[in-house]
C-alpha cells in the first residue's frame, strides 16, 4: 500500500509546532523543522525509531491515545504532559490526527505537539485561587455558623444561596434541603409577600 503523507514537504516544515508522521507501529515517518530542532535530532538519524524512543513524553508511559486514534480514526488532544528525555521539562499539549489513503484507511497517524506552559501556569493559579477560595468560604461559614442569630443568604432570584446552622435549628430544615429553594417558601413569614426587605 503507497502513501504519499507529505505532499508538501516545505508546508510541512514551516509548521510553527513539533510535527510526527507515525506508521502504523508508532515508527516515524517524517520529522519537521520545529520537531527535529526540540528534539535536537535530524529526520534522517530518527527516521523507523519508534516515537518513545525519541520524544521522551511521559504521555507514553502513562496513557497514549495512539491506539485509540487507530481504532477509532478519530483525532484526540491531550493537554498538561512534559517532555522529561534528556531536555528541559517542557509541559505540552499534543494533537494525534489519524492521516488515510484514497479508500479511507488510516495508514499513519500525524502527531502534532507545542509548548503548553502558559496554559499550565494558569492551571496552576487557578488551582491555587480555588484552593484559597475554599478556605476563604470555610472561614466564612465557620463565623456565620458560630452567630446566635439565624443567618440566610439569597440570590438575585430571592434563592436561598446559604443557611447557618442556627437558621436550621429556627426552621427545622437542614441547609441541603433548601438550597435552591426561594426564601418565602422555607421562611413563611408574613412580610415575604407584603414588606420584604
Partial sequence: MSVNPLPDRWLFDHIAQGMLLLDRERRILALNS?????????????????????TGFSLCAEQCPFREVLDSGEGRK?????CVQGRKTSSL??????????????????????????LKDLADRLQKQQALLTIETERSR??????????????????????SRSAEKMTGYREAEVLGMKCSEVLRSSVCETDCP
Wanted: aromatic share 10%.
Fill in 142 to 163: 465557620t463565623v456565620i455558623n458560630s452567630i446566635a442569630d439565624g443567618i440566610y443568604t439569597i440570590d438575585l432570584d430571592m434563592r436561598l444561596t446559604g443557611f
Fill in 93 to 118: 499539549c499534543i494533537n494525534l490526527t489519524p492521516m488515510r489513503n484514497e479508500h479511507g484507511e488510516v495508514v499513519a497517524v500525524m502527531e502534532c505537539f507545542q509548548d503548553a506552559s502558559m
Fill in 78 to 82: 491531550t493537554l498538561g504532559f512534559d
Fill in 34 to 54: 520545529h520537531a527535529q530542532d526540540f528534539f535536537a535530532v535530524g529526520e534522517d538519524e530518527v527516521r523507523g525509531k519508534h516515537c518513545w524512543d525519541v
